[in-house]
C-alpha cells in the first residue's frame, strides 16, 4: 500500500534515549525523527544492538521511568506522549497505538487463558460486556486464521505452538482496531515456513485494517516482503532512509550496501558473500562523526571529524555518508 499524502499518525523529531548505567549512559538512540502516515508500513532495518526496539518502546511511552531519559517530541494520532500522564499513556495503548512482541512466550501470561488475555483488552479498553469481548475473542481468533477458536480461547499460551502463541499475540493487539501497529521482529523465533505465513497473515490484516505499521526486523528478506519505505539503522540513527524498492535497489550508505552484500538472494548465486568486518560501536562510547566510520571500506579522516550531513539522493530518499555529498554536488 502506497503512503497518502496526510497528515502523519505518528510523527517524531530527534528522538536521543539514554539508558544511565554505571558504566556511563547508554546513548541507544540519537537523534531520530520521521513521519508514518495512515495505512503506511515503515520497515526499520538494522543489527542488534542498533536502536530499533528502543524506538518502539519509546513510541509506546514505555521507557519513561528512573534511570532512562528519553529527548524529543513523539506524536502518535495527535497525542504528544511525552507529554502525558503515565495512565493517559496506558490509556493510549491498545487502542491507539498497539504492539506485538518479538517472543510471546515471555509476553503472554502463563497463568491466564488466551480467550481471558483478550477479553482483558477489550474490556479494560473499549468497556464492553464480557460476552461480547469473549464473542469478539472467537472473531480475532479466526482472523488470525487460528483453527478451533472456540477450544484455544480455553488454551494456556504453553499449549500453544510457537507459531499460534504468535497468531494470539495479534489478535490481542488487534483487539481494539489500533491506528498504529508496531510488530518488534515478531517472526524471529519462528521457522522458515510459519514465518511467512505470519508476514502473508500480517500483510493481509493491514490493508483489512487500513493501520500505519513500523516493522523492526534484522532480516533483509522479510523488510523487502512487508515494507512499503524504509529506514536503515545503526548505532542509534537512521543512516538511510527511503521508499523500499529505492533503497534495496540503489543503496547509497556503505552500511546499507554491506548488508546487501551479506544476505543471500537470486543475484548472488555463485559468489561469496562479503561479511561486515568488525562489530557494532559500545554505545556508551560513541565519539563525534561517523559510528560505523571503524568499519567502513571507504573510510576517510573527515568521517571522524564531524558527525556526517544527512543528504538528499531524491525528493524522498536520503543517506547520512560525507560521499554521497560529495556525490550529489558534482
Given at each position: 500500500?502506497?503512503?497518502?499524502?496526510?497528515?502523519?499518525?505518528?510523527?517524531?523529531?530527534?528522538?536521543?534515549?539514554?539508558?544511565?548505567?554505571?558504566?556511563?549512559?547508554?546513548?541507544?538512540?540519537?537523534?531520530?525523527?520521521f513521519d508514518l502516515a495512515p495505512g503506511e508500513v515503515l520497515g526499520i532495518l538494522g543489527e542488534s544492538g542498533s536502536g530499533k526496539s528502543v524506538t518502539l518502546r519509546?513510541?509506546?511511552?514505555?521507557?519513561?521511568?528512573?534511570?532512562?531519559?528519553?529527548?524529543?517530541?513523539?506524536?502518535?494520532?495527535?497525542?504528544?506522549?511525552?507529554?502525558?500522564?503515565?495512565?493517559?499513556?496506558?490509556?493510549?495503548?491498545?487502542?491507539?497505538?498497539?504492539?506485538?512482541?518479538?517472543?510471546?512466550?515471555?509476553?503472554?501470561?502463563?497463568?491466564?487463558?488466551?480467550g481471558e488475555q483478550i477479553e482483558e483488552t477489550i474490556v479494560r479498553h473499549e468497556g464492553a460486556s464480557h460476552a461480547r469481548a469473549h464473542a469478539r475473542a472467537l472473531?480475532?481468533?479466526?482472523?488470525?486464521?487460528?483453527?478451533?477458536?472456540?477450544?484455544?480461547?480455553?488454551?494456556?499460551?504453553?499449549?500453544?505452538?510457537?507459531?499460534?502463541?504468535?497468531?494470539?499475540?495479534?489478535?490481542?493487539?488487534?483487539?481494539?482496531?489500533?491506528?498504529?501497529?508496531?510488530?518488534?521482529?515478531?517472526?524471529?523465533?519462528?521457522?522458515?515456513?510459519?514465518?511467512?505465513?505470519?508476514?502473508?497473515?500480517?500483510?493481509?490484516?493491514?490493508?483489512?485494517?487500513?493501520?500505519a505499521v513500523i516493522f523492526v526486523t534484522h532480516d533483509v528478506g522479510v523488510s523487502v516482503e512487508v515494507a512499503d519505505r524504509l529506514a536503515v539503522m545503526y548505532a542509534?540513527?537512521?543512516?538511510?532512509?527511503?521508499?523500499?524498492?529505492?533503497?534495496?535497489?540503489?543503496?547509497?550508505?556503505?552500511?546499507?550496501?554491506?548488508?546487501?552484500?551479506?544476505?543471500?538472494?537470486?543475484?548472488?548465486?555463485?559468489?561469496?558473500?562479503?561479511?561486515?568486518?568488525?562489530?557494532?560501536?559500545?554505545?556508551?562510547?560513541?565519539?563525534?562523526?561517523?559510528?560505523?566510520?571503524?568499519?567502513?571500506?571507504?573510510?576517510?579522516?573527515?568521517?571522524?571529524?564531524?558527525?556526517?550531513?544527512?543528504?538528499?539522493?531524491?525528493?524522498?530518499?536520503?543517506?547520512?555518508?560525507?560521499?554521497?555529498?560529495?556525490?550529489?554536488?558534482?
Amino acid at each position: 500500500m502506497s503512503a497518502i499524502a496526510t497528515k502523519p499518525v505518528v510523527s517524531v523529531r530527534d528522538l536521543r534515549v539514554r539508558f544511565l548505567t554505571r558504566e556511563g549512559p547508554v546513548h541507544a538512540v540519537n537523534g531520530v525523527s520521521f513521519d508514518l502516515a495512515p495505512g503506511e508500513v515503515l520497515g526499520i532495518l538494522g543489527e542488534s544492538g542498533s536502536g530499533k526496539s528502543v524506538t518502539l518502546r519509546a513510541l509506546m511511552g514505555l521507557l519513561y521511568q528512573r534511570r532512562v531519559e528519553v529527548d524529543g517530541a513523539i506524536g502518535v494520532a495527535g497525542f504528544d506522549v511525552g507529554r502525558l500522564t503515565e495512565a493517559q499513556r496506558s490509556a493510549l495503548r491498545g487502542r491507539t497505538i498497539a504492539m506485538i512482541f518479538q517472543e510471546p512466550m515471555l509476553t503472554l501470561d502463563p497463568v491466564f487463558t488466551i480467550g481471558e488475555q483478550i477479553e482483558e483488552t477489550i474490556v479494560r479498553h473499549e468497556g464492553a460486556s464480557h460476552a461480547r469481548a469473549h464473542a469478539r475473542a472467537l472473531e480475532l481468533l479466526e482472523m488470525v486464521q487460528i483453527p478451533g477458536g472456540a477450544r484455544r480461547l480455553k488454551n494456556y499460551p504453553h499449549e500453544l505452538s510457537g507459531g499460534m502463541r504468535q497468531r494470539a499475540m495479534i489478535a490481542i493487539a488487534l483487539s481494539c482496531r489500533p491506528a498504529v501497529l508496531l510488530a518488534d521482529e515478531p517472526t524471529t523465533a519462528l521457522d522458515v515456513t510459519v514465518q511467512i505465513q505470519i508476514l502473508l497473515l500480517l500483510r493481509t490484516l493491514q490493508r483489512e485494517f487500513g493501520m500505519a505499521v513500523i516493522f523492526v526486523t534484522h532480516d533483509v528478506g522479510v523488510s523487502v516482503e512487508v515494507a512499503d519505505r524504509l529506514a536503515v539503522m545503526y548505532a542509534g540513527r537512521f543512516v538511510e532512509t527511503g521508499p523500499m524498492e529505492s533503497v534495496i535497489r540503489a543503496p547509497r550508505h556503505p552500511y546499507t550496501q554491506g548488508l546487501l552484500a551479506s544476505t543471500v538472494h537470486g543475484s548472488f548465486r555463485d559468489h561469496r558473500l562479503e561479511a561486515i568486518p568488525g562489530m557494532p560501536p559500545i554505545l556508551t562510547q560513541l565519539s563525534t562523526g561517523c559510528a560505523f566510520a571503524p568499519r567502513c571500506p571507504h573510510v576517510e579522516d573527515r568521517c571522524s571529524a564531524a558527525d556526517p550531513p544527512v543528504s538528499r539522493v531524491t525528493i524522498d530518499h536520503t543517506a547520512r555518508c560525507v560521499r554521497v555529498a560529495d556525490a550529489l554536488m558534482r
